[in-house]
């Protein structure tokens, strides 16, 4: 599954907050293994085993996520949800880092 999440933010901000997004999810279990913009992604959202990816880009933050038919469509459910909340410039980059 692809997921293609657009924002008006400058690029470096997008990179933080997706950051700020994976330590969230590292206290939950789920690793990150950043190299520049792109990250690889693996564990267990809401009892489904996934992996993929998110790579930042200018305008957008393209995920995949790699699962079973039932983990690919509750995990990307998550996911989706999750890149509108961190990327949402109502919400401020210091809240989002509290989060985790």
Not at 23 to 48: C, E, L, M, P, V
Not at 84 to 97: A, I, M, V
């Amino acid at each position: 599954m692809n997921i293609d999440k657009k924002h008006s933010l400058d690029k470096e901000d997008a990179l933080a907050r997706m950051q700020a997004l994976t330590n969230y999810w590292k206290k939950h279990g789920i690793n990150a293994q950043w190299d520049g913009d792109r990250t690889s992604i693996s564990g267990k959202i809401k009892g489904f085993s996934f992996k993929g990816t998110l790579e930042v880009r200018s305008d957008h933050v393209h995920a995949t996520v790699e699962a079973n038919f039932l983990a690919r469509k509750a995990g990307g459910a998550y996911v989706e949800k999750k890149l509108k909340d961190y990327l949402d410039p109502k919400n401020s980059l210091e809240d989002l880092k509290a989060r985790g």
